[in-house]
């Protein structure tokens, strides 16, 4: 079966109103340059299937499928399929979060140890001295954990890298993935506390499982598991009808299937555990299941400065304050500059391709990316499974393929 831009209309399921993108600043034919970019990704079997969603002052001008949902199949994508988003999790957590920090149930700076008390007292891995028989050493923590810190990645957290990788090995703490574990996210990140940190509290930018973190702290202050607290609190308020940790089984065939780039070639990978796994670890760092049009309100309300449709779901000087630069320098990947939860735009000459001042967002294992740009009033994402992606830029050449036909 051939998953042509000629197929393109069969692909697209009912949803808002496409605008016209003369109307909205855009040019139509540019755009047909991002069209015919994802599309030569296809066809060159360098990536399956791809949903482009692409919206300005709250009018979509772009919400298309391109290519198979599932190869083997024979069935192509379509603008409703449900992608596994990995680490744009964190935008959630971060808005549930600062949901709790609106309603004086917690300051940013308080230590993470005030609600779960096993953060007391950390300890931090350091490498041994040269000559030494040992790894590493441990030291006492300079000062807590703060809350801030974890929404910054400065917690000296990782994903099990660093002097106590080991340690961490052992503990079956070594990676960001969660679904496969019959294990609540507490019973999880308790054992996390009891490892060393891999850095000093606040010292560096450390990615890894500080908004797993952050997912159980949620369900401590709210009294609410994490999956409740996201479904009640944000995502149907929302209106995210498709979005969460576990599919239910009757929306499974609207999956998209994980492939990736081996030897040069696409093959299928690896599912995961989203539909018959245990469905008991709710991962808030890299967990959640979502659709283009359901992520693209979630972002569309943080664009709006905290609210969508009529709901509020943050203030606007929080909004501001999660997209400020809350790293100073220790951030230096991307754009040198990382706020509550995701990148932000500081400097466009630094970061050095197409871009606004002002703009933040962030990205996915499975190769999806999103940007939010409150300058020139857009959301934009695409969702796509490509794991391993054999060197794939696409998800950073689709935002200067959209900012190229921004002509207004």
């Not at 891995?125 to 810190?149: L, M």
């Not at 974890?150 to 957290?157: D, E, I, R, V, Y």
């Not at 099990?160 to 990140?189: H, M, Q, R």
């Not at 509550?340 to 001042?357: C, H, I, K, T």
Request: proline share 4%; charged share 20%; net charge neutral.
């Amino acid at each position: 079966m051939t998953f042509s831009l000629v197929a393109l209309v069969a692909s697209v399921t009912r949803g808002a109103e496409i605008a016209d993108p003369a109307k909205v600043g855009f040019d139509a034919a540019r755009l047909g340059r991002l069209d015919a970019v994802i599309q030569a990704q296809i066809d060159q079997k360098k990536i399956g299937g791809v949903v482009l969603y692409v919206a300005r002052d709250g009018k979509e001008v772009r919400h298309r499928a391109y290519g198979p949902r599932d190869i083997e199949a024979g069935e192509a994508m379509k603008t409703d399929a449900i992608f596994r988003i990995a680490s744009m999790s964190k935008a959630v957590t971060s808005t549930a979060v600062m949901m709790l920090y609106e309603e004086g149930k917690l300051m940013l700076h308080d230590p993470v140890s005030k609600y779960i008390p096993e953060f007391k007292n950390s300890m931090v891995a350091v490498a041994a001295p040269e000559g030494s028989a040992e790894k590493f050493v441990t030291v006492k923590a300079k000062r807590p954990i703060q809350i801030r810190d974890l929404l910054t990645h400065t917690a000296g957290l990782t994903y099990g890298s660093g002097p106590a990788a080991v340690l961490y090995k052992a503990a079956k703490l070594d990676t960001w993935y969660f679904a496969n574990k019959d294990a609540t996210i507490g019973e999880e990140i308790k054992k996390l506390a009891a490892l060393p940190l891999n850095g000093q509290p606040g010292e560096a930018f450390q990615y890894g499982y500080s908004t797993d973190v952050l997912g159980y702290l949620v369900e401590v202050v709210s009294g609410m598991p994490l999956d409740k607290f996201f479904a009640e609190r944000i995502f149907g308020p929302l209106k995210m009808v498709d979005s969460c940790f576990y599919l239910p089984p009757e929306k499974a065939g609207r999956l998209a299937t994980v492939y990736g780039v081996e030897g040069g070639e696409l093959v299928r990978g690896d599912q995961g555990d989203y539909v018959t796994g245990p469905r008991k670890c709710f991962s808030g760092g890299a967990g959640l299941l979502s659709t283009a049009s359901d992520y693209g309100r979630l972002l569309q309300m943080l664009l709006n400065e905290g609210e969508l449709d009529g709901v509020r779901l943050l203030s606007p000087k929080t909004v501001e304050l999660m997209r400020s630069n809350h790293t100073g320098t220790k951030y230096t990947s991307d754009t040198n500059a990382f706020g509550l939860g995701f990148w932000v735009m500081q400097d466009l000459g630094y970061y050095g391709e197409l871009g606004s001042v002002g703009s933040y967002g962030w990205g996915s294992a499975y190769f999806p990316q999103y940007l939010v740009d409150p300058k020139e009033k857009i959301v934009a994402l695409m969702m796509t499974q490509l794991r391993p992606t054999g060197g794939s830029d696409l998800n950073q050449k689709f935002k200067v393929m959209m900012y190229q036909a921004l002509v207004k």
